[in-house]
């Protein structure tokens, strides 16, 4: 991933609605969920809700895809994969670190 799409997917994230979005899109999964249904979840106003997919969807975090009359939005996780395994590619000095659980490393 380049540097100039980890600031911009960061940039995106770094607003706690655009995060409650974003994770609440990444629960859903690959069914994903409509702004109505996000709206409702996470109680915030249609129109603001549009501005922050707008800015999520910019950040290429998230997809769309029209249905009808209905927009599904979901949480992009190959971009995701991509932005956590850049942030953590020299983590513990290249070494093998602890599992998942963990919490802190072993190096």
Do not use: W
């Amino acid at each position: 991933m380049q540097e100039v799409n980890v600031i911009r997917s960061l940039s995106a994230l770094a607003h706690e609605a655009r995060l409650r979005v974003f994770r609440a899109l990444v629960v859903a999964g690959a069914e994903g969920l409509t702004p109505s249904a996000l709206a409702e979840q996470l109680g915030i106003a249609p129109n603001a809700l549009s501005f922050h997919l707008k800015e999520l969807f910019h950040a290429d975090l998230v997809s769309q895809e029209r249905h009808g009359r209905n927009v599904l939005y979901r949480a992009a996780f190959p971009v995701m994969n991509d932005l956590l395994a850049y942030l953590t590619e020299n983590c513990c000095q290249g070494a093998v670190c602890l599992d998942a659980t963990a919490t802190s490393c072993d190096c």
